[in-house]
């Protein structure tokens, strides 16, 4: 970045972080400091494509609700004695077991269409996901979603 661009993405970093911490906050559910982080995240992202952003406020703002949309998709897998949290992971709607360290998962497609879905296996404490189907979509001729069918081994 050179010297003018950095001394503008200052001002701007200056003059809008607060409006910027509130809307994080405001995504986070309220709790100043789990609003703090994806903010750092965000604003670390912009500064190095400010050259290539007509408009930085809206850029980190989109960046924020990414991230959050990101974190509502976790699930928590829990305990099955104790109903405890024991660890997050992606997929929007677990479905089975696959083995000892990963989940079959429905989950949907970026545009968060609930419609525009897949199957993925799921790597429990990773970020790790593994497409198992394409997207389905309501134009293809099925309702969209995926009826999961069991078979015992």
């Known amino acids: 970045m050179d010297a003018e661009g950095l001394e503008s993405f200052r001002l701007f970093v200056d003059s809008r972080s607060s409006a910027l911490l509130r809307t ?11 609003g703090e982080d994806p903010l750092q995240n965000a604003l670390a992202k912009a500064g190095g494509r400010r050259r290539r952003i007509d408009e930085p406020e809206a850029y980190v703002r989109q960046v924020l609700c990414r991230q ?18 024991l660890v997050e992971t992606h997929g929007r709607r677990l ?16 545009d968060g269409d609930e419609f525009h879905q897949r199957l993925v296996l799921v790597t429990v404490g990773s970020d790790k996901v593994v497409p198992l189907s394409g997207f389905r979509g309501t134009r293809d001729g099925t309702l969209g979603r995926w009826e999961p069918v069991f078979a015992d081994r």
């Open 24 to 34: 994080a906050v405001l995504l986070s559910g309220g709790d100043r400091h789990a």
């Open 68 to 85: 959050q949309i990101s974190r509502w998709r976790l699930k928590w897998i829990l305990d099955p004695r104790t109903g405890r949290r």
């Open 95 to 110: 479905l089975s077991r696959a083995d000892e360290s990963s989940l079959a998962a429905r989950d949907i497609g970026p």
